[in-house]
Structure formats: C-alpha cells, structure tokens
C-alpha cells in the first residue's frame, strides 16, 4: 500500500504520507458518521445482532469485571 503511495506522490514522501493522512481522516470521518450514542448503524441483519447481541453483552460483562 505504501508503494502506491509513493507511486502515486511520484517518489516524494511527504506528499505520499500527506496522501495517506488525507485517506486516513477520510475514512474516519466515514466511520465516525455511522456511531452515535443509543443508535447503532448496521448494513446487514448479521451486523446488527454481533453489535447488540451476545458478543456484546461478553464484552460489556468482560469490561465491568475488569474495573
């Protein structure tokens, strides 16, 4: 991923890590758009139950047993 980069900002690589930093926010934004607090996106049924069903549930009783 890094040599296309660099391929791409024609060997110079600051503008390549500028690429990659822009890819980077972009995507975070994009992913930042989907939470929000007592709403939970999900693009498919399977989603949705792993983010409400039992494997949460194990993570929120794992994270209370470890405070």
């Known amino acids: 991923m890094e040599q296309a980069y ?3 900002a024609d060997g ?3 503008d390549a890590l500028r690429r990659a930093l822009g890819d980077a926010l972009q995507e975070l934004a994009t992913v930042s758009g989907q939470v929000s607090r007592g709403y939970v996106r999900a ?3 399977a989603d949705l139950a792993r ?4 494997e949460r ?3 929120d009783a794992a ?3 470890g405070r």
């Open 12 to 14: 110079d690589a600051r």
């Open 63 to 65: 994270r209370a047993a």
């Open 43 to 45: 693009s498919r049924p």
């Open 57 to 59: 549930r194990d993570r």
């Open 6 to 8: 660099l391929e791409a």
């Open 51 to 54: 983010k409400l069903g039992r």
